[in-house]
């Protein structure tokens, strides 16, 4: 079973719609939540972290979190076409390293 | 300002070659990390420096070599490489290991032939 869980996608969304992305995670030691955008051939860019249980909102974006059901997910409204990326899912590890835990990513496509 | 930057953008080297990356980061950071991602995958870590501590994945060939000259840099040397260690090399900071979030630099794209 691997560490966190995404949908691979692609997900296609229409503009101005809302995108869903979920994450599922194994480890219940995790404390803090990141979601990261990466454009093809860019490196990560941070979108979102939570901490809490229950929704955190940032201007479109939308971060939820579960902590009993271990579930992460992040919320696009009004979708733009500059919204179409790679999201990648990453709760903070609890091991030595402190290392944050990537999922394999969600592929958004929004369409004209 | 959360800027890390990493030179170069790009490399292509021989398999026989020696080389090495840059990272720097000015936001007064305790811990710097690299990464390497392959296409389609998500980062993968490869080392850990933090409080003049330096932390290795077992995973990582002792063809790279990390480099902590001071606190605000991290660099990589890169020494025999093979062509399946091509891929986007991240360098990331954070105020503390394992606590915080973490920034990436934009990355160095390597060609091993």
């Known amino acids: 079973q691997k560490e966190v869980e995404q949908n691979s996608g692609p997900l296609s969304v229409p503009e101005g719609a809302i995108a869903s992305l979920n994450c599922t995670y194994s480890?219940?030691?995790?404390?803090?939540f990141f979601w990261y955008r990466q454009y093809s051939g860019k490196s990560p860019e941070l979108i979102m972290f939570?901490?809490?249980?229950g929704d955190k909102e940032d201007g479109r974006f939308t971060a939820q979190l579960n902590k009993a059901s271990q579930y992460v997910s992040l919320l696009i409204r009004d979708s733009q076409p500059s919204d179409s990326a790679t999201y990648l899912c990453?709760?903070?590890?609890?091991?030595?390293?402190?290392?944050?835990?990537f999922g394999a990513g969600t592929q958004v496509v929004v369409t004209p | 300002d959360t800027e890390v930057t990493q030179t170069p953008k790009h490399l292509v080297m021989g398999m026989t070659n020696k080389k090495s990356l840059k990272c720097e980061q000015h936001?007064?950071?305790?811990?710097m990390y690299w990464y390497k991602q392959k296409a389609k995958k998500p980062p993968e870590l490869m080392f850990v420096?933090?409080?003049?501590?330096?932390?290795i994945n077992e995973s990582v060939p002792s063809r790279f070599s990390p480099e902590c000259p001071n606190s605000s840099l991290l660099n990589l040397h890169l020494h025999a490489l093979q062509p399946e260690d091509s891929a986007l090399y991240l360098c990331?900071?954070?105020?503390?290991?394992?606590?915080?979030?973490?920034?990436f630099g934009p990355g160095t794209r390597l060609t091993v032939l």
């Open positions: 990331a900071s954070s105020q503390a290991r394992g606590t915080d979030t973490q920034y």
């Open positions: 480890d219940r030691g995790s404390q803090s």
């Open positions: 939570i901490y809490s249980n």
């Open positions: 990453a709760p903070l590890g609890t091991d030595s390293w402190g290392k944050l835990q």
């Open positions: 936001m007064g950071h305790r811990a």
């Open positions: 420096y933090s409080y003049e501590k330096l932390s």
